[in-house]
């Protein structure tokens, strides 16, 4: 209140001193005429003496400045009056008020907080310097189906080596450590192995201390490591001396050397260690191979555009392909992408969506307010005529209406910001599952501006109609329909009704879309993924290399584990896998068929990559079709087996049962495996994707260091956190275990971005429907006040209050019948448009379309009943009287 006084304050005396310097300059022209006169009456001649006066009181350019500032006065004065006068139009009408400006807000509130999380997620997803200038490196073959961010050590060396259009290029991949102190319980933290240009190539400097070094980067190099600045907080207590220490990662001393940026941005927020080296985070077997594994950014030059690099990179990858053509990747394309690009995936076209829905509730508000107004004007419409008469200019009449329709536009906006923080709250809640690490959603500058220019525009649209009908007003007709009591112009009738079209066409598309996607969701959720989520949870263990240095060794922990987590109470099944569903981790591995050509190592076909233990199928409760599951036995002593998916049996032995049949896996392709079983299909990378060809292998016979632990239990899955990690304890007190989560969350954060999708046009489309019923009964309700006289005289004359409220009904009704027939019309063509955001529901679905018609069919009923209403219990003889 003391800031908004104080602004008061201010501008009251701009306006004073203003009055001042227009008395000034109006004195100084009297003064001016004065001396002129007298110099004339010297026998001066008229040029001679004005120049004469001229030069005595500054000349001429200071003259014609007093002008301009009394001019500007007038002017101020003019809009200072608008605003008044506007002011006490609007509290004499609170009812009015309120409703156009809750309307308004909602439209411009909802518009501020999508279009901020727009910005935030799609628009700026990096916080990066310069993020337009980064760029990723991908791998593509269509002919094996693999297209993705990854590369190969041998390909990101080689085109490192020979590029000339970044000027810093950078790999990296993910793993894990885990860091054990004498102060604290051993953690396994998610940790990324990079290159020693990582940070250089992001263009971020080290909080503290230094990045990696070229020596430490080599084969042999020093064991060394940096801390994110959050774990350094977290872990450290931000303690300054932790650069030079030594802390023992993996069951090795490593050194210390850097901290990195506090909050470093999307999508290594949640990295918490950093380590050199990416190249030995695989087999040395997969890195001379060829095999893709790691993430590779390169930073533009100054002066190349990405079309420019992307067609080097192109000649580089054919010659990559004819300097290695045995590498399992020589085949490979490698697009140029940028880096933003990729991290906003599949969001551009659900925002796109979202804003095209948030931009019809403003249009539906907008609408609204602006037939609210015109309604205003009707009723203002003998003032108009009579101000006319009285010789006021049809410009003040616009500057007015224009001057009351943008304080109120800036009223709505202030309340819109209001909204659009609250909402941000709730997004920020509903969708936190699918937000990146460390982001938070909330208005900044940029988006204030935009509530500005919204809030502008909305001031626009609400009152350049209301105005250029006041403009248009007939001085002489206004007055001889104000004394017979008309009903208004049949223009602006005419107008209003096409906004109440307009607002019925567009929230029927609203609803249809809504409709459509919440179908999409609610099929998603109840569609069989091949195996059942509930009751699983699941944690990771990541084995450290020092303490299991063979596969017997880590296979003996996975036994032990599955083994004691079986004895606990509740617990059904337990079991280990690699490229567990959903997890987001599906390794791909070459295969051949024993008896057929096995093509050279870039041309093999790719299948999924599974290592499991002998309980993973009843633990996840995925049905064999036939054969056998994996059982003790299989081991390292034994020849090797696999079990594959139906649908990849059915692919590759047409008519013929697979059991039995030999698949050829290894570099060479020299490493026979049986096929011992065939499972049901399981739609591991996602419930919207087709199930990929899946090779199942136990994890006796190829152990890996890193396996998900999956626990079915009778009961609430969330039980099992504070039990797994004792039991992990009792077998080695220095393994941790990470990343607790129940399957049924990893589910519904799979289906995060078609919820938020559902349940945000959802929302818009009930603000669309409910603003549409609004505008609908307040066009009837004046309707209904303007036809006052007419309808007294229809009761009059003998009609009943049936046949009023179906006079209004019809008039009503019509209009949202014309408005419903163009919304189903529009609403078939754009979800054609977005077909592709839809998930076993056709675009034209009848159901859908006929349960919006319904529906929008009672609240327009419910619309024009309460005016209908009103309309049948007018008293003709009062109404007779006043006429």
């Known amino acids: ?98 409703v156009a400006l809750l309307t308004l807000a909602l439209g411009i509130g909802a518009n501020t907080a999508l279009f901020s999380t727009f910005n935030t997620l799609v628009l700026h997803p990096l916080s990066f310097p310069e993020p337009d200038r980064l760029a990723r490196l991908w791998s593509s073959n269509s002919a094996l189906g693999f297209n993705g961010p990854l590369m190969s050590w ?58 990696f070094t070229a020596e430490e980067d080599t084969a042999g190099g020093p064991k060394v490591a940096m801390l994110s600045y959050e774990y350094w907080q977290r872990a450290f207590g931000g303690r300054e001396s932790i650069v030079g220490e030594t802390l023992r990662l993996n069951d090795e001393p490593y050194m210390i050397v850097g901290i990195t940026p506090r909050a470093l941005s999307n999508p290594y927020g949640t990295v918490l260690l950093f380590v050199p080296r990416a190249f ?86 907008c609408a609204n307010v602006a037939a609210l107004f015109l309604g205003r004007l009707s009723a203002r419409h003998r003032e108009i005529a009579v101000r006319l008469s009285l010789g006021a200019a049809r410009r003040q009449l616009v500057r007015q209406f224009l001057v009351e329709s943008a304080l109120f536009s800036a009223a709505a906006g202030a ?59 007939d001085v002489a007709d206004a007055l001889r329909d104000s004394a017979r009591g008309s009903s208004g112009s049949a223009r602006g009738t005419r107008f209003r009704s096409a906004l109440v ?82 997890t987001g981790f599906q390794p791909r591995r070459t295969y051949a068929v024993a008896g057929r050509p096995v093509p050279p190592a870039p041309e093999r076909p790719l299948a999924s990559l599974y290592l499991v233990t002998e309980h993973y199928f009843a633990t996840m409760q995925i049905p064999l079709r036939a054969g056998r599951g994996f059982e003790e036995r299989d081991d390292v002593r034994a020849p090797n087996k696999c079990i594959i998916n139906e649908s990849f049996a059915k692919r590759l032995f047409p008519g013929e049962s697979a059991l039995g049949k030999i698949l050829m896996r290894g570099p060479n392709a020299d490493e026979p495996c049986e096929i011992i079983g065939v499972t049901a299909d399981v739609k591991s990378a996602g419930l919207t994707a087709s199930p990929p060809d899946e090779m199942y292998f136990s994890l006796r016979q190829f152990p890996w260091q890193l396996a998900v632990l999956l626990v079915r239990t009778d009961g609430d899955p969330l039980a099992l956190q504070p039990v797994i990690g004792p039991t992990v304890a009792g077998i080695d007190r220095n393994q941790p275990v990470a990343s607790f989560a129940t ?47 007419e309808i007294g005289i229809r009761m009059a004359l003998g009609a009943r209050p049936s046949q009023v409220i179906s006079l209004v009904l019809r008039s009503g009704l019509r209009l949202v019948g014309l408005g419903l027939g163009l919304g189903l019309a529009a609403a078939a063509a754009t979800s054609r448009l977005v077909q592709s955001l839809f998930f076993s529901v056709q675009p034209l679905d009848p159901l859908i379309y006929g349960s919006v018609t319904v529906l929008f069919a009672v609240v327009a009923v419910l619309a024009c009943l309460l005016p209908s209403l009103r309309a049948s219990r007018i008293d003709p003889i009062i109404t007779l009287r006043a006429e």
């Open 280 to 365: 030995e985070q695989r087999a040395l077997a997969d890195v001379q191979r060829g095999m893709s594994f790691l993430e590779t950014t390169a930073r533009l030059k100054p002066g190349v555009t990405l079309a420019q690099a992307a067609s080097e990179i192109t000649v580089l990858a054919k010659d990559y392909r004819a300097a290695f053509p045995d590498k399992s990747d020589a085949q490979y394309d490698t697009p140029v992408k940028l880096f933003a690009d990729e991290l906003v995936g599949d969001l551009r076209p659900t925002f796109y969506l979202l804003l095209g829905a948030v931009g019809f509730v403003l249009l539906i508000a």
């Open 415 to 473: 309340l819109g910001v209001v909204l659009a923080s609250w909402a941000l709250a709730a997004i920020q809640q509903l969708a936190a599952s699918q937000l990146p690490a460390g982001v938070t959603l909330g208005l900044d500058r940029g988006m204030l501006a935009f509530t500005v220019g919204v809030s502008a525009l909305a001031a626009l649209l609400v009152g350049l109609v209301p105005a250029f009908q006041a403009s248009r007003a």
């Open 501 to 582: 079209v307009g607002e019925v066409m567009l929230s029927v598309v609203l609803l249809v879309l809504s409709g459509l996607l919440l179908t999409t969701f609610l099929r998603l959720q109840r569609a069989s993924a091949g195996f059942n989520p509930r009751g699983i949870a699941t944690a990771l263990v990541s084995l450290p290399p020092t303490r299991y240095k063979t596969g017997p060794q880590q296979a003996r922990f996975y036994a032990q584990l599955v083994e004691r987590l079986e004895a606990l109470p509740g617990v059904r099944d337990a079991a280990l896998a690699i490229g567990a569903p959903l």
């Open 743 to 789: 399957y049924d969350s990893l589910v519904a954060q799979s289906l995060g971005t078609q919820r938020l999708a559902a349940w945000l046009t959802g929302v818009f489309a009930a603000v669309a429907l409910l603003l549409s019923a609004v505008g609908l009964y307040t066009v009837l309700a004046y309707a209904v006040t303007q036809r006052t006289g």
């Open 154 to 211: 041998t390909r990101y060396e080689f085109i490192r080596d020979h590029q000339t259009s970044f000027s810093n290029i950078a790999a990296a991949t993910y793993t894990g450590f885990t860091v054990t102190r004498s102060d604290a319980e051993p953690e396994d933290v998610n940790t990324i192995a990079v290159t020693a240009s990582f940070l250089q190539t992001l263009g971020v400097v080290p909080a503290r201390g230094r990045s």
């Open 1 to 98: 209140m003391d800031s908004l006084r104080q602004f008061w304050l201010r501008l009251t005396g701009l306006f004073r001193r203003r009055r001042l310097e227009a008395e000034m300059a109006e004195e100084m022209r009297h003064h001016l005429e004065r001396r002129t006169q007298e110099k004339l009456d010297e026998g001066l001649t008229p040029e001679e003496a004005r120049c004469a006066a001229q030069r005595e009181f500054g000349g001429t350019a200071q003259v014609q400045e007093h002008c301009r500032d009394e001019r500007r006065f007038v002017w101020l004065e003019q809009v200072s009056q608008d605003a008044r006068h506007a002011v006490r139009s609007l509290r004499r009408a609170p009812g009015f008020t309120v």
